[in-house]
């Protein structure tokens, strides 16, 4: 299958920062990623959509100034975290599908964010 | 989409076969019925999916009552690394379309 890799696995950083994740689809081009999060003993919540080359698309309550979302290639969308604060810290994980992936999603290994 | 109910959790013993139930009984006639799993701490990891024949690949079965209102899909001899979260979700096949995952159910497959 198609395989979707995440950078960094983990991370920790001090409130107030901003934290950048990547995804990236490494065998396919990826026209369509998207941004999940999910919190301890709970299921996974979509944040947003991302189309290559447009902006995202968020879903109601998640701050689109906060999560900066960019999909600039075919392969490779980032996540940035901006002004972190300790409520922000959970398992973020993207996804990715296009023609190539015969439409299907790949999931990425997901980033573990630590606000301290 | 269509809502998905699962059962929240279930056992089953390593060998023997695991049968995870779906109902999904408001789903239209473009929608499928995918399976996701999600093993502690990781990504979520696409099993099959179907949109009314059954289906068989080399991880699952699936199969989907001819009304199309539920579905079940079988691991045919379940291996102590197939515990997971298993979420059943449907949507319009795509990849444009989100995943909208529910609570899914806690497979734990004992010795």
């Known amino acids: 299958g198609a395989v979707v890799s995440q950078h960094p696995s983990w991370v920790i950083c001090k409130s107030g920062t901003s934290v950048k994740i990547e995804c990236r689809s490494l065998?396919?081009?990826?026209?369509?990623m998207f941004w999940y999060r999910q919190f301890p003993k709970q299921s996974l919540m979509l944040m947003a959509t991302?189309?290559?080359?447009?902006?995202?698309?968020?879903e109601q309550g998640v701050e689109k100034d906060k999560f900066l979302i960019n999909h600039a290639s075919l392969t490779l969308s980032t996540l940035t975290v901006t002004s972190a604060h300790p409520e922000d810290s959970s398992f973020y994980i993207c996804s990715a599908g296009g023609q190539s992936s015969n439409y299907e999603q790949y999931f990425g290994p997901g980033t573990r964010l630590t606000v301290t | 989409d269509a809502k998905t109910t699962q059962p929240p959790s279930m056992d089953c013993a390593e060998g023997r076969a695991a049968n995870l139930p779906c109902n999904h009984s408001t789903i239209s006639g473009n929608e499928y019925v995918y399976w996701y799993r999600q093993i502690h701490s990781q990504g979520p990891q696409y099993i099959i999916h179907g949109l009314k024949n059954n289906e068989t690949n080399e991880m699952a079965s699936l199969i989907i009552t001819e009304d199309r209102k539920s579905s079940t899909l079988i691991l045919p001899h379940a291996t102590l690394r197939d515990t997971a979260v298993y979420y059943c979700i449907v949507r319009v096949a795509g990849s444009g379309y989100a995943l909208n995952f529910g609570k899914g159910t806690s497979l734990l497959v004992t010795p």
């Open positions: 065998d396919f081009q990826a026209t369509t």
């Open positions: 991302s189309n290559e080359g447009s902006k995202a698309t968020y």
